[in-house]
């Protein structure tokens, strides 16, 4: 794994969020936003498109690999949209195609500048939810940085006394 670097001159942190449709990704993109302001630090927002959406017969999987990167920015889009809202900050935006763990660790691996993993655990009985739960069981797959778990149930007021 490559040296962190986010505080170095000539550098700045960057707090990483993953975008997907669960609805708890709106309480880590709030903390993520929040934090940034507090830090001085950017803010990445993830977004990775499962290889086997768009793996089919040639032609079909085009449009589907299309649909799904189509999908995939307006997830972004809405994401960046809430930033604004809550931050007046601009995000970088970031579609990947793969595993969504291995992507996480790839773009870390290629981002010196992103210090910190923010991600926000479920509210259904299933658990804390698929991704939280896979970083968990992998002790977080060896990720150079700090990962922060959100719990899915805060309320605004209450991530705005943790976060800064």
Do not use: C
């Not at 505080?7 to 709106?26: F, I």
């Not at 970088?92 to 992507?103: D, H, S």
């Not at 010196?112 to 926000?120: F, M, N, R, Y």
Request: aromatic fraction near 2%; avoid cysteine.
């Amino acid at each position: 794994m490559r040296k962190r670097r986010s505080y170095e001159s000539g550098h700045r942190p960057k707090l990483l969020v993953v975008v997907d449709e669960t609805p708890e990704v709106d309480r880590a993109l709030y903390y993520a936003a929040r934090r940034a302001v507090r830090l001085g630090a950017g803010l990445v927002l993830l977004n990775v498109i499962p290889l086997g959406e768009t793996q089919v017969w040639l032609g079909v999987g085009d449009i589907m690999k299309a649909e799904a990167e189509e999908k995939a920015e307006e997830l972004l889009e809405q994401a960046t949209a809430r930033t604004r809202e809550i931050a007046a900050i601009e995000p970088e935006r970031v579609i990947r195609e793969g595993a969504t763990a291995q992507e996480i660790a790839r773009l870390i691996e290629q981002d010196e500048d992103i210090s910190s993993l923010i991600l926000a655990a479920g509210l259904g009985s299933e658990g804390p939810g698929p991704l939280v739960s896979s970083l968990a069981a992998k002790g977080g797959l060896g990720l150079p940085i700090p990962v922060t778990i959100v719990p899915g149930d805060l309320d605004d007021a209450e991530i705005d006394a943790l976060a800064g």
